[in-house]
Nanobody, 116 residues
Framework: QVQVEESGGGLVQPGGSLRLSCEATGFTFANYAMSWYRQAPGKERELVAAITSTGITTDYPASVKGRFNISRHRTKSMIYLQMNNLKPEDTAIYYC?????????WGQGTQVTVSS
């Protein structure tokens, strides 16, 4: 019933920008903590950014700090990941995670490829 879906990935040149979106549906009347993860080929999934139900963000990993920014829609269960000054090392599948009480719900991921 609960669904999480990412969008906005694609191919971008180094130094370019992308904005990812994630919409969570299938539940009602509450906002929950959401987060962005990414997984590059052959590597472990890593946390990129997280935001609480009230819009408070955690510290960003050093690899993306100053370049990425997570934000939340004012009234809807939707988050965004603004990615600036992209580097080839940012190439990965980006996943959105929603936490509802004791359960985590993951999207299918959206591919981000940074290459010239």
């Amino acid at each position: 019933q609960v669904q999480v879906e990412e969008s906005g990935g694609g191919l971008v040149q180094p130094g370019g920008s992308l904005r990812l979106s994630c919409e969570a549906t299938g539940f009602t009347f509450a906002n929950y903590a959401m987060s962005w993860y990414r997984q590059a080929p052959g590597k472990e999934r890593e946390l990129v950014a997280a935001i609480t139900s009230t819009g408070i963000t955690t510290d960003y990993p050093a690899s993306v700090k100053g370049r990425f920014n997570i934000s939340r829609h004012r009234t809807k269960s939707m988050i965004y990941l603004q990615m600036n000054n992209l580097k080839p090392e940012d190439t990965a599948i980006y996943y959105c995670k929603l936490r509802v009480l004791s359960r985590d719900f993951w999207g299918q991921g959206t591919q981000v490829t940074v290459s010239s």
